[in-house]
């Protein structure tokens, strides 16, 4: 048996969410769109997940989810450094290891092969990949089959902590200008906090675009030009990255940057 054993398979760097299903209506009606009658009473489900707070909502979900089907479920989380690896090599040895696997968008054509596709399947149950934004449907689809269900999204959203703001005598930030400016002000007034938290660090891990991408549209820079080609190498580009990168060294604003070990963190 190899990782098709089960129909089910996750896609994770998209966006995902369950509806709020109505009730029980009747003692025949199940919610979430349910069969009744548990028919997968005893089966229990692997899943392989990334260590990140964010499943813990979705363990929130797990015991109504196992009362419901009869179905248990087993999770292993581990470190996305290792993710990867795991999700190949749980493919090639092909022992049916895990039924639901978490994969990164990028990774899912070198791994298709090892996928189910759910395109009979969603038929069956009548959902439709509509229900998500084409750009994330399309990543977890392979030659134009479905391999994987969109998960997550990376929505930018910037927080901030208003006793603070007040304290300094500055208002809310409205460009990143605004927010060297803050940022060095905490750090003049306030040793004990770090000023600003981005998403993933700016400190040259490969998993910091999302927040870039910002700093590149700001500056009017495309990741890719009018006739396809990469567009990081323009000249808004590099200046995207200059300043991006430059929270961290030139501004020092950034969380890492002063030796504070404990973030207590102002702006995210």
Known sequence: MDIKRRDLMIGAAAIGGVAAAPRFAGAQQMPYGLKPGKPY????????????PQFDGLMLRVKEFEDLTGIKTRWDFIPFASLQEKVASTGVAGD?????????DSWGP??????????A????????MERYPKAF???????GEVTGLPLRSHAQLFFYRADIFKEIGMEAPQTWDDVVKAGK???????????LALYYHNDGNRQNLFIWLNFLWAAGGELFTTDWKPGWMSEPALAATEAYIGLHTREKISWKCSGVTAPRLILV
């Open 41 to 52: 009473n005893g089966v229990t489900l692997n899943v392989l997940a990334v260590v990140t």
């Open 185 to 195: 002000a905490m750090r003049d007034k306030r040793k004990d906090i770090e000023p």
């Open 110 to 119: 070198a791994n298709a092969h090892w996928f189910t596709r759910l395109d």
């Open 137 to 143: 449907a399309k990543a977890a689809m392979f030659k």
């Open 121 to 128: 399947l969603l038929k069956r149950d009548g959902i439709s």
């Open 96 to 104: 049916g290891a895990y039924d639901v696997v978490n994969y990164l």
